[in-house]
T-cell receptor
Framework: GENVEQHPSTLSVQEGDSAVIKCTYS??????FPWYKQELGKGPQLIID?????GEKKDQRIAVTLNKTAKHFSLHITETQPEDSAVYFC?????????????FGKGTTLSVSS | DVKVTQSSRYLVKRTGEKVFLECVQD?????MFWYRQDPGLGLRLIYF???????EKGDIPEGYSVSREKKERFSLILESASTNQTSMYLC???????????FGSGTRLTVV
């Protein structure tokens, strides 16, 4: 089955710096790669996703890149702000295979200090 | 506002008790999921369901069962709670192709 590795487990940056979180996946059939943000006391929320037919996607200060050959994808946050502090999870799945579910990485705790 | 509602935020149960965790979604989603979240281990899939009365085992189904009698409701059952089942439990739902999970706020279960 799919296995998703996520690094680093913790990341501390100064406000205004960029933050990068990296994930690798094992199943070459995976074609959907979302990123979730979990704030304290809340469930994870989808912040951005990318499908295997796209190499990069941006939404304001966040972007995700995908390298299918190397089977890795990354989350980039620019101009970080204190409200970006949270736990971030990457995940992978095959949307076209019935009876499958997202497999998540172990999470990255991002701390943005002002 | 669409949502996934988990019936309890905090729950304390005794070892050996049968425990029911309830989850309801109002988005008419076919797929529903139960994950367990532990520090350093991320989100691990326990069970999921892609239709009423259908269920699939995830990565860590041992000690758990599920019930889906209605489309909007997905219950996680701990047949005989043990201390190693102390954890945060997260329910989620999604549309048929599985993109864009919506999570509930979680139930923090403590088994003593």
């Amino acid at each position: 089955g799919e296995n998703v590795e996520q690094h680093p487990s913790t990341l501390s940056v100064q406000e205004g710096d960029s933050a990068v979180i990296k994930c690798t996946y094992s199943d070459s059939a995976s074609n959907y790669f979302p990123w979730y943000k979990q704030e304290l006391g809340k469930g994870p929320q989808l912040i951005i996703d990318i499908r295997s037919n796209v190499g990069e996607k941006k939404d304001q200060r966040i972007a995700v890149t995908l390298n299918k050959t190397a089977k890795h994808f990354s989350l980039h946050i620019t101009e970080t702000q204190p409200e970006d502090s949270a736990v971030y999870f990457c995940a992978a799945s095959n949307l076209w295979k019935a009876g499958t579910a997202l497999i998540f990485g172990k999470g990255t705790t991002l701390s943005v200090s002002s | 506002d669409v949502k996934v509602t988990q019936s309890s935020r905090y729950l304390v149960k005794r070892t050996g008790e049968k425990v029911f965790l309830e989850c309801v979604q109002d988005m008419d989603h076919e797929n529903m999921f139960w994950y367990r979240q532990d520090p350093g281990l991320g989100l691990r899939l326990i069970y999921f369901s892609y239709d009423v009365k259908m269920k699939e085992k995830g990565d860590i189904p041992e000690g758990y069962s599920v019930s889906r009698e209605k489309k909007e409701r997905f219950s996680l059952i701990l047949e005989s709670a043990s201390t190693n089942q102390t954890s945060m439990y997260l329910c989620a739902s999604s549309s048929p192709r599985g993109a864009g999970y919506t999570f509930g706020s979680g139930t923090r279960l403590t088994v003593v």
